[in-house]
């Protein structure tokens, strides 16, 4: 997947490509090299002054030697303003992540192709992908003039990813076999990752939100709340009113997906924008202003970014932020607005709001995905969600085309999961099995079931007379859809005999029934659409919140065993053959293996899908510049951090 001077994924790159040549040209933000001889490096006014009363290092001294430099979308920008954009309730953490935290060893690029050096300026790779030496950028700092070296980087593998009273089990991210890679310090500015055997989507995988660990931690303010580095931990912890020093280091240092990340101004970053205010319960906004010792510089030396803070507004639903959009209130926003619903009414404010739409290539395979919980405590539901015939009658009991064109505006086709259409690996039948409105053969799968006792309201009974009834976790707030969707769903059911009640749930509640293994089914938008190796929870329990049709089975995938739910011989067959196509770098044989895993999925139809995810859109406010007017939609590609938010800039 990589050379061995870290130009990156060059087979891959021309098998993504093709898959996206149909988005267009999309404008690229790339990489210059950076000399002594270059033009004198340039910073923002404010830090003009401070370096001039010696309350702030010069600007030389605050840039690495080897400065990542930034080609700009359109053009070099001008400083000032901030950013306005916009948040939805106190969870919304990882709209945050999507804006800022993008500091990885290495990164997207704006084409979803390739990977480019970040915090890492090369890398070399072993013969066999199973060892990576990354350079790091000499004279690096992190945001309180503190130098980022190596122990950084050893001291989160070391003293905190190994910890299992930090983690219970090592991230799969940083495992090959179960087994965590060994992380080294060759010297300051030199790190060797070693794993258990080859690994050749490494490089990929570091690129995403789930790979930002190595630059999460500043070893020289974590280990003020690390039992191994101070005594007092415990007393810190009780001052805290946290139960233990775990609790008081994720406050104090948070975690890639959990709000202390965001609530902390005491804590060092490598972002772009450091808190000012914290994101905490309670805070109607929050604050970033700019890093002093950010490491990226434009074409011709300034340093970035060019805009001096961001301040995030808290709108407490989806109608409040969109009144703050179509007024033009918000300067840049497409998390929490882009359905397509409401697409129409953002599109005729444009000129009213002084905003364009700019169009997010969406990366998911479905746009609502319906999990039933293959591992459910109950041991009667449990037996009747497992009858793939049960599953399969449910799936052609749904009107998918009644739906897409209702909730979706017709812009869809219907479609359970796998590589979109356009992929090189598309799997057609696992795209489109079960999905023909059958209410005929749903009603004779179900009878031939012996489910042919009715009550009064002509719902099926079980065996035992109690009613065919499920409940279906879903979050509003976060997916409005997905409730208009699920209306439809529950009256088709009801149609065959089955009762449904859509369990409208807040975010935090609905992880925490996950985590206890307490939903009946679930919904959620299905990932793995352009990345169906990277992302492939809908295929592979291999995600312990986000494979919903079997998250006892993905805690045991990522436990080695130890913990969760040992899997069916059908699933652990998946299981290995993703461990090995994602430890080679051969891209023909990653598709050879793909394929048996979606030949095995698509016999045992783990779950159901309702229609294929459409592309979105977002909105820029006419001054701000610099924004890509076409970009990817994914979690994998953090929309829409990997264009570079910290090259984004006012006209006057």
């Known amino acids: 997947m990589a050379n061995k001077k870290g130009k990156g994924l060059k087979g891959l790159a021309l098998t993504r490509r093709q898959l996206m040549a149909g988005a267009g040209g999309l404008a690229a933000t790339s990489i210059v090299s950076w000399s002594a001889s270059a033009q004198q490096a340039k910073e923002a006014p404010e830090f003009v002054q401070l370096v001039a009363d010696k309350k702030l290092p010069p600007l030389a001294e605050r840039l690495p030697k080897i400065p990542l430099v930034v080609t700009p979308v359109e053009r070099v920008g001008r400083y000032g303003g901030q950013i306005r954009r916009g948040l939805r309730g106190s969870a919304d953490h990882n709209g945050i992540l999507r804006m800022v935290g993008n500091q990885g060893l290495t990164r997207w690029n704006l084409e979803f192709t390739d990977v480019l050096p970040s915090v890492a300026h090369k890398w070399d790779v072993s013969a066999d992908s ?13 945001s309180d003039g503190h130098p980022f070296t190596a122990d950084d980087i050893v001291f989160v593998f070391e003293d905190c990813l190994a910890n299992t009273e930090l983690y219970k089990t090592p991230p799969a991210l940083w495992t090959i076999g179960g087994q965590m890679c060994k992380v080294s310090k060759v010297d300051d500015v030199t790190v060797k990752f070693k794993f ?22 500043p070893k020289h303010y974590c280990t003020k709340f690390h039992p191994k580095y101070v005594q007092n931990t415990a007393d810190l912890a009780k001052a805290a009113n946290v139960p233990d020093w775990g609790a008081l280091f994720r406050l104090r240092c948070g975690d890639i997906e959990i709000p202390s990340r965001w609530g902390n101004p005491e804590k060092p970053t490598l972002d772009p924008w450091t808190i000012a205010e914290p994101y905490t319960g309670g805070a109607t906004r929050v604050v970033l202003k700019r890093n002093p010792y950010f490491w990226q510089v434009d074409t011709e030396g300034n340093q970035l970014p060019y805009v001096d803070g961001i301040v995030f507004g808290i709108s407490q639903d989806v109608e409040s932020l969109m009144l703050d959009v179509v007024s033009g209130k918000i300067d840049i926003q497409e998390r929490h607005i882009d359905t397509l619903q409401n697409k129409p009414t953002v599109a005729q404010s444009a000129q009213r709001g002084n905003y364009r739409l700019f169009e997010t290539i969406n990366a998911n395979s479905q746009q609502m995905a319906i999990y039933p919980n293959l591992c459910h405590k109950d041991a009667a539901i449990r037996a009747i969600l497992n009858n793939k015939d049960f599953r399969s009658a449910l799936s052609h009991g749904i009107n998918r085309q009644e739906i897409i064109d209702i909730v979706y505006l017709g812009q869809s086709q219907p479609w359970q999961f796998g590589p979109r259409p356009t992929h090189p690996w598309y799997h057609e039948k696992f795209g489109r099995q079960f999905t023909e409105y059958d209410p005929k053969k749903s009603n004779e799968l179900l009878d031939k079931l012996g489910y042919t006792r009715r009550d009064g309201q002509n719902i099926r009974l079980r065996p035992d007379g109690q009613k065919l009834f499920f409940a279906i976790d879903v979050i509003p707030t976060l997916y409005p859809d997905q409730v208009d969707a699920l209306e439809l769903v529950k009256r088709h059911w009801s149609a065959i005999g089955i009762d449904v009640k859509i369990n409208t749930i807040e975010r935090a509640l609905y992880y925490t029934r996950g985590d206890n293994n307490d939903h009946d089914f679930a919904v959620w938008q299905g990932p793995g659409g352009l990345e169906p190796l990277i992302d492939a929870r809908d295929w592979v329990a291999i995600h312990p919140q986000g494979s919903r049709f079997g998250l006892p089975w993905a805690t045991w995938y990522v436990s080695n065993g130890r913990d969760g739910q040992e899997p069916p011989e059908n699933h652990k067959r998946r299981m290995k053959l993703y461990d090995e196509a994602r430890s080679i770098s051969d891209v023909k044989r990653q598709g050879v293996l793909m394929k048996e895993i979606l030949d095995l999925a698509t016999d045992a139809f783990d779950a159901m899908g309702i229609c294929l995810a459409p592309n979105l859109f977002g909105i820029a406010n006419n001054r701000l510049r610099n924004v890509p007017a076409k970009m990817p939609g994914a979690w994998s590609w953090p929309n829409p951090g990997p264009s570079l938010p910290q090259q984004y800039f006012f006209t006057g």
């Open 130 to 142: 199973s060892e990576f030496t990354f350079h790091l950028r000499p004279g690096m700092k992190w």
């Open 196 to 217: 258990a055997g080859p690994y050749g989507m490494f490089l990929q995988q570091m690129a995403t939100p789930l790979g930002q660990h190595p630059t999460l931690f």
